[in-house]
């Protein structure tokens, strides 16, 4: 049986105030192309579908068109999951619905994992749907008290394994932090306080996990796998190669992982040196329409440099001077202090004020406070 899998489209997102739509509109077509050119039995798509919970009427149009080319026009089934920019309510809008068309969408967490049964020459191939969902969610569906996003994954699977048939190939599509895996700087944190990541082993005795969350596409282990992000959505993924995978489980439950790499209509490129190189350079740069962030090595003084880079450039998109950087020791703790989460700001000012730190019963009202708010912020975002 062979799937195709994908997550991480975060359709409607901006890059430095730049929307991606046409971006994303242009590889999705190229997937499209190859969900009819290699029939896959199913797609799987893992989450982060939208960029936020209120995602803008253009990129609702452009996954309602991808989707109906697939599901409809090719006649390929889809299981979708709700990831953490998602919000799980209106992803999972119709989804009663839509199945009997073959979209299975999978948007809130309910007491039963959704599954969704195919077959192949060598029998059945369960597909279980886990969408993102906080700790807390997940405690109020299976009613047990879950103190961390392992503990809430476990008992999801523990629930699965219990009712799961032996001898049946199974499949998770999940949206987690998998302790192994390497981080890129446009995903945001699951966990609001305390860490968000799961170990593998609670994957143990699925034959394949495909993941969403992570934008750099990977594999931990052998059958816990990350296909990676649609596009490049920080400077740090500059240097990735983006890609959908495609799946080959047989009738033993052994796993091949083949990538197949997205052509982008702009690439993100982090190009260096003094200005006019630069400028000389990209008369004759035949991607000149990509996304450029330029790191300029001048020491003098410089005049409009971004415009003048934008006239070889015009998809620059910010630029950074590495004079300015060496003298800026004050701006680096700035950084590192941005960096921290709210819940060690809050708790770094409750010891400045009250001179000890926060017990066990006032980090977890804390963590729990936040988590809230996070929740209610990605509904009405």
């Known amino acids: 049986m062979r799937f195709l899998h994908t997550a991480d489209w975060h359709l409607g997102r901006l890059f430095h105030a730049r929307s991606l739509l046409e971006d994303q509109a242009h590889v999705l077509d190229q997937f499209v192309a190859l969900v009819r050119d290699v029939r896959p039995d199913a797609v799987l798509i893992a989450g982060d579908v939208y960029d936020r919970a209120v995602p803008p009427p253009e990129a609702v149009a452009l996954l309602d068109d991808v989707l109906a080319r697939i599901v409809v026009d090719a006649g390929v089934p889809v299981v979708m999951i709700a990831g953490n920019h998602d919000s799980a309510h209106r992803l999972g809008f119709g989804a009663r619905l839509m199945a009997a068309q073959g979209l299975h969408v999978a948007g809130r967490t309910g007491p039963q994992a959704s599954c969704v049964t195919l077959h192949d020459a060598h029998g059945e191939v369960r597909i279980y749907a886990l969408p993102y969902a906080e700790p807390a969610a997940v405690r109020d569906a299976l009613g047990l008290d879950l103190p961390s996003h392992e503990a809430a994954l476990q008992a999801q699977l523990a629930a699965i394994r219990a009712t799961h048939p032996p001898g ?6 999940a949206h987690a932090f998998v302790v192994g895996g390497a981080v890129s700087e446009s995903e945001r944190p699951l966990s609001v306080g305390g860490s968000g990541a799961v170990a593998a082993e609670v994957f143990a005795g699925f034959d394949f996990v495909a993941l969403g969350h992570l934008h750099r596409p990977q594999t931990i282990g052998e059958r816990v ?8 959505y920080s400077l740090s993924e500059a240097e990735h190669m983006k890609s959908v995978s495609l799946v080959e489980i047989d009738g033993a439950g052994q796993v091949t992982i083949e990538p197949i790499a997205l ?3 702009r690439n993100l490129r ?5 200005l006019a190189t630069l400028l000389a350079q990209g008369m004759d740069d035949a991607r000149r329409d990509d996304y450029i962030y330029a790191v300029l090595s001048d020491t003098g003084a410089l005049l409009d440099p971004m415009a003048r880079l934008r006239q070889v450039y015009p998809n620059a998109l910010a630029m950074e001077r590495t004079v300015l950087a060496r003298s800026g020791q004050a701006s680096a703790a700035g950084r590192q202090l941005r960096e921290l989460d709210t819940g060690t700001l809050f708790a770094n000012f409750f010891r400045e004020v009250a001179d000890a730190d926060l017990d066990g019963d006032q980090r977890r009202t804390l963590d729990d406070l936040l988590a809230d708010m996070a929740a209610a912020e990605r509904e009405s975002a």
Do not use: F, I, M
């Open 225 to 232: 796998h990350y296909s990676g992000s649609l596009l490049k």
């Open 270 to 274: 982090v190009l260096q040196g003094e």
């Open 263 to 265: 052509q982008p209509l």
């Open 168 to 173: 049946v190939r199974a499949v998770a599509v």
